[in-house]
């Protein structure tokens, strides 16, 4: 099937759609298509969470996140909702490496939980500096002193995560009765698509730089081969173009650009900020490609298995461990769509990095990674987000080994800076 060839008519933002399990964020994005779809047309389409839920996998597996294609008159959206499961907590961030804003979706009834300040953390690290709030299920908390507290809460958490928590726009409504067509509800969702059109400020973006593109995941498309997905970070490329893939085990591999895709339609030649499908080739080969990879100029970037980082481990209130950091302790470093275990060499003379501690160590990678100077990363002890406690004094009353999750415990220990 031959695709309609992708004009370039307006800029194009992703938007990463988080919060805590179960908050509402699917029903929201089905809302705001909706919305789109209704009062925007275009090429607009008004997803169901069924749709929704179908394209993340679930019910048959642990659902990933879905990038759904909306548009506003000024820009072409890409709306990746993530879930809250924790099942795919790795190909999640490397989605949400590649948002450029981001809405926080929080329960008002519920307020901050866990994985919503794991999820902030994870935006923050991703880059994103400009996000909204919306506060979902206010048909069921009505009452505005509360409804006034849990935005208090959230804006606290955000400045927690480096974000700008006294400036976000906090929005009220409910997800649902907006899905379900209640007038009533709708002007929240037509302030959010209002924000997304205008007011969330485009990233700066270098399309003049070396070409520079992650990839999030690869898919294997029958006729065509393997198919990587992720996002241009810097420069141009166009089909036909060489690039060198980092970060493999068969270091330096190189090929040319088949055939570019985005938004479901084909491209000549893509730039910073687009989201991509890319075919590499080398000669008649389809070149195998995988999350994490690096496309760039040849030349331009170069993999590396040690970095010098500032590194803040975080308290226990924010989600960190209970417990200090001893040298050569080993984490898994999340830096863009790709992680790897790390062990951490703490500064001469420093015995151990207690929680809330700001220090300058020195990471070890036990694979490549592709980190210039100026990479925010996460550390989380394991990937899962799980933590099980061992019964022993000082544990929240009934916890025991290997039953129940710790729910102070987000799985992030620390949050970094490449120098
Ligand atoms: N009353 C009410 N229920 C809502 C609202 N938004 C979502 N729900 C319900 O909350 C449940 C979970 O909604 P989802 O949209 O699937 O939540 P989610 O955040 O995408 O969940 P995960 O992807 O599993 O993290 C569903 O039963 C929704 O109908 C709302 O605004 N009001
Ligand atoms: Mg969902």
């Known amino acids: 099937m031959t695709r309609k060839e992708f004009t370039r008519d307006r800029p194009v933002l992703t938007v990463g759609v988080l919060g805590h399990q179960g908050h509402g964020k699917t029903t929201l994005v089905g809302a705001l298509t909706r919305h789109l779809a209704l009062r925007h047309r275009g090429g607009n389409r008004a997803f169901t969470t069924t749709e929704l839920l179908a394209l993340a996998g679930a019910p048959t597996q642990a659902p990933r996140a879905v990038l759904v294609p909306a548009e506003t008159p000024g820009r072409r959206l890409g709306l990746l909702d993530c879930p809250g499961a924790r099942g795919r ?5 490397a989605a949400l490496s590649q948002c450029d804003v981001a809405v926080l979706v929080v329960s008002a009834p519920a307020a901050v939980e866990p994985q919503t300040r794991e999820w902030a953390l994870a935006a923050a690290a991703a880059g994103v500096r400009h996000l909204a709030v919306f506060l979902t299920r206010c048909d069921e908390a009505t009452d505005s002193g509360w409804l006034d507290e849990v935005e208090r809460e959230v804006r606290a958490a955000l400045l927690d995560c480096d974000l700008p928590g006294d400036d976000v726009p906090v929005l009220r409504g409910s997800g649902l009765r907006a899905y379900e067509g209640d007038l009533a ?10 924000l997304l059109e205008a007011e969330l400020p485009l990233p700066a973006r270098d399309p003049d730089g070396p070409f520079r593109a992650t990839l999030e995941r690869q898919c294997l498309v029958s006729g065509v081969g393997v198919v990587g997905l992720g996002r241009v970070d810097r420069g141009r490329l166009s089909v036909g173009d060489r690039v060198q893939v980092l970060g493999r085990r068969d270091a330096d591999a190189e090929g040319r650009v088949k055939s570019f895709e ?15 499908g890319v075919v590499l080739t ?4 389809v070149l195998p490609l995988a999350r994490g990879d690096v ?10 298995t040690r970095a010098l980082a500032s590194v803040r481990f975080l308290t226990t209130q924010e989600g960190g461990r209970h417990r200090p950091v001893f ?13 790897s275990t790390a062990t951490l060499r703490l500064p001469e003379g420093t015995s151990m990095a207690m929680p809330g501690q700001v220090l300058t160590i020195t990471l070890e990678f036990q694979r490549p990674m592709v980190l210039p100077a100026g990479t925010r990363f996460l550390l989380r002890d394991g990937c899962d987000g799980f933590r099980y406690l061992r019964a022993r004094k000082g ?6 080994w290997g039953t129940k999750r710790d729910p102070l415990w987000g799985g992030t220990c620390a949050i970094g800076t490449v120098l």
Do not use: K, M
């Open 89 to 93: 907590y790795r190909s999640v961030l």
């Open 185 to 194: 509800w709708e002007p929240p969702i037509s302030a959010l698509a209002e």
């Open 262 to 276: 985005l938004f479901r339609q084909s491209a000549a030649a893509v730039e910073a900020g687009d989201p991509i």
């Open 282 to 285: 080398r000669g008649s080969v």
């Open 295 to 304: 496309l760039t100029a040849p030349g331009a970037l170069q993999a590396t």
């Open 327 to 339: 040298t050569n302790h080993r984490a898994q470093c999340f830096a863009s769509a790709r992680d």
């Open 395 to 400: 544990n929240p009353p009934g916890w025991h």
